[in-house]
């Protein structure tokens, strides 16, 4: 204790004024109770910075796998211009001859397809979100940015699932001797549109879903 607050105290007993003790012990009492408040809220604010610190480096990491996926399906979509070009074409000029045409007696130089390059399955990370969902991490951050991220790595998962039937689906109709070049052409169009149409769409979502992120990182920065 100061020796000034003991001084106060021992000259306040001393001279018989125990209003003015208790007036002195209520102040002591309050003081302590302020400097314990003082060092909660320090303490407080430390953990705070320091939840929010993980939080950033957490967005930082997530907002990273997110533009690497996007790239990988930008990227991806260049290349299959020339494949839509081509499945536009032989859609509009196919015959009626044309289409029964059982597929496995297409000379695989003829490459049924102009710009048919394959599946080519693209590998959409989600590791980085899975981690910090579980560890409890994202918990605190703002609802919206939660239920973001939720919808755009639960369509990221929908895809791949998506893209796992459609490819053992073409290896089964490559080994195929009965199926025509109608169903084959037909089920390229399926691709086109069930699984590349929905990649193409999923690039919106991880735009939108890293500019929050920045959005979240600048305001609490």
């Given at each position: 204790?100061?020796?000034?607050?003991?001084?106060?105290?021992?000259?306040s007993?001393?001279?018989?004024g125990?209003?003015?003790?208790?007036?002195?012990?209520?102040?002591?009492?309050?003081?302590?109770?302020?400097?314990?408040?003082?060092?909660?809220?320090?303490?407080?604010?430390?953990?705070?910075?320091?939840?929010?610190?993980?939080?950033?480096?957490?967005?930082?990491?997530?907002?990273?796998?997110?533009?690497?996926n996007?790239?990988?399906?930008?990227?991806?979509?260049?290349r299959?211009?020339?494949?839509?070009?081509?499945?536009?074409?032989?859609?509009?000029?196919?015959?009626?001859?044309?289409?029964?045409?059982?597929l496995?007696?297409?000379?695989?130089d003829?490459?049924?397809?102009?710009?048919?390059?394959?599946?080519?399955?693209?590998?959409?990370?989600?590791?980085?979100?899975?981690?910090?969902?579980?560890?409890?991490?994202?918990?605190?951050?703002?609802?919206?940015?939660?239920?973001?991220?939720?919808?755009?790595?639960?369509k990221?998962?929908?895809?791949?699932?998506?893209?796992?039937?459609?490819?053992n689906?073409?290896?089964?109709m490559?080994?195929?001797?009965?199926?025509?070049?109608?169903?084959?052409?037909?089920?390229?169009?399926?691709?086109?549109?069930?699984?590349?149409?929905?990649?193409?769409?999923?690039?919106?979502?991880?735009?939108?879903?890293?500019?929050?992120?920045?959005?979240?990182?600048?305001?609490?920065?």
């Amino acid at each position: 204790m100061p020796k000034i607050f003991q001084s106060i105290r021992e000259n306040s007993v001393k001279s018989g004024g125990l209003k003015k003790y208790l007036i002195y012990a209520l102040g002591e009492i309050i003081l302590v109770i302020i400097g314990i408040l003082v060092a909660l809220n320090i303490n407080n604010l430390n953990e705070e910075h320091k939840e929010e610190k993980q939080q950033h480096a957490i967005l930082a990491s997530i907002k990273n796998e997110l533009n690497t996926n996007l790239n990988l399906l930008q990227k991806a979509h260049k290349r299959r211009l020339l494949f839509y070009k081509g499945l536009d074409s032989i859609t509009e000029h196919m015959t009626e001859d044309l289409k029964k045409v059982l597929l496995h007696n297409i000379p695989e130089d003829n490459n049924k397809l102009s710009g048919w390059t394959g599946l080519n399955p693209i590998s959409l990370n989600g590791a980085m979100f899975e981690t910090a969902k579980y560890s409890g991490i994202l918990t605190n951050i703002d609802v919206e940015l939660l239920q973001n991220l939720s919808y755009t790595y639960n369509k990221q998962q929908e895809i791949n699932t998506i893209g796992n039937t459609f490819i053992n689906r073409f290896f089964d109709m490559d080994t195929n001797k009965d199926i025509n070049y109608d169903e084959y052409i037909g089920f390229m169009w399926r691709i086109r549109e069930e699984f590349f149409g929905a990649q193409f769409l999923l690039m919106d979502d991880y735009k939108s879903s890293i500019e929050l992120i920045e959005n979240k990182i600048k305001i609490t920065s």
